[in-house]
């Protein structure tokens, strides 16, 4: 997801995509280790994604 589009949801909905995302990269990691991922980028996306959202939740706590 984008910057903007993530920057548009209130603070329940960032956990909550937060939460999926996270649960993504556990299963990515899992395939990845029992050789059966086929698009290994796809684990970057997932982790820049995660931190998108770790620091826009941040933003908004801080008032920005």
């Known amino acids: 997801m984008?910057?903007?589009e993530l920057r548009e949801l209130d603070t329940t909905q960032l956990s909550e995509k937060l939460d999926e995302f996270r649960?993504?990269?556990f299963n990515l990691r899992f395939q990845h280790a029992t050789a059966q991922l086929e698009n290994t980028q796809r684990i970057c996306v997932v982790k820049k994604s995660i931190a998108r959202i770790q620091t826009i939740q941040r933003e908004k706590q801080l008032g920005a």
Do not use: D, H, I, Q
Request: charged share 50%.
């Open 2 to 4: 984008k910057a903007s």
């Open 23 to 25: 649960k993504e990269l």
